[in-house]
């Protein structure tokens, strides 16, 4: 999906450009403030929000009318309710909830955007990326699962939607984090057994998860590092927003892991926010400067690059298909 910018033909358009960070900055601090999760029981004036949420009071009319003109909140006779999107979407408590990804945002990517300028000039990241050093901090590894969970939410009924599950019996979701895609995926499909592969501290997390949705008989944690441990086999193996953490030369070493992990006669399924020829996706392109800001050498990528990879080890069927409104599917069947 081809992302629509302001027009920057016109100086207006270009300063709206310039300000579109303030947008984002306003929805960043109401997750942060929890603001939805507190109108979520119904409408309040300004002067209540005010008192939930233990603030000053000046200024809290404008933020609360921007982001009124944002669609997230509505307003009527004095009092501010949230907008359908936002009430659905960013409450705590409910299911569909995605702002553990606006928390990890708020912390970690939108402090590295305002130091772009230097790691455009070095190379380097410019934000906590390192995931030996996030799993090393209990709040950081805290925000980056509940920044998982958030995508892995959304996207989850979208994959299962787009590929034939019912011919597997077994599944690896490599890098599967506490196994929040994962036991999407089995849930819907009774027949298939699941494996996730991850960083040993991922455990406690992972069989917490799976007590509380009562998964713990059909899926199956393995800790280990993927450039160093062996895999466990299985009829599909997938790998689902981990290679874009890398840079070329390592998505080719863990791609190679992945498919020797598979069965004969299997599959092995990427999904990724990829790039093609086209320079007009933003929110991909966004992806991908995102991982120069937080990873060595991270960055999203063609599927043609997959192709090719998966082809060095004997893959010869390759398809692909676009995957809710940003990622790409690739799949490739093993002789």
Partial sequence: MTSTAPDVSTPAGIIRLC??????????????????????????????????????????????????????????????RNAPGADRHLVTHLP??????????????????????????????TAEGDFEQVIANPKVLGQFIRMMDAL???????????????RFKTMLDVGG???????????????????????????????????????????????????????????????????HDFDRDHRRRILHKAAAAVNPGGTLLVYDRMLDEDPRHVENLVISIDMLLVSDGGSEYPASEVREHAAEVGFTEFFSKPLGDYDTLVWLRKP
Wanted: charged share 20%.
């Fill in 19 to 80: 300000n579109a960070f303030c947008d984002a900055k306003a929805l960043l601090t109401a997750v942060e403030l929890d603001l939805f999760t507190t109108l979520h029981p119904g409408p309040a004036t300004e002067e209540e929000i005010k008192e939930k949420l233990a603030l000053h009071g000046r200024g809290l009319g404008d933020f609360l009318n921007l982001l009124t003109a944002l669609g997230l909140l509505e307003k009527e006779n004095g009092r501010y």
């Fill in 96 to 125: 569909e909830y995605v702002g553990g990804f606006m928390h990890r945002a708020n912390n970690n990517l939108y402090p590295a955007w305002g130091r772009l300028t230097e790691a455009l000039r070095t190379g380097k990241p």
């Fill in 152 to 166: 892995t939410q959304v996207l989850g009924p979208q994959l299962i939607e787009a590929f034939e599950w019912s």
């Fill in 177 to 243: 984090c506490r196994g929040n895609m994962a036991s999407q995926i089995v849930k819907a499909n009774p027949g298939l057994y699941g494996h996730v592969f991850d960083l040993p501290p991922m455990e406690p997390f992972f069989d917490e998860h799976m007590a509380n949705l009562g998964l713990t008989e059909r899926l199956e944690f393995h800790g280990g590092n993927v450039f160093h441990d062996d895999l466990p086999t299985a009829d599909l193996v997938v790998l689902g927003h981990i290679l």
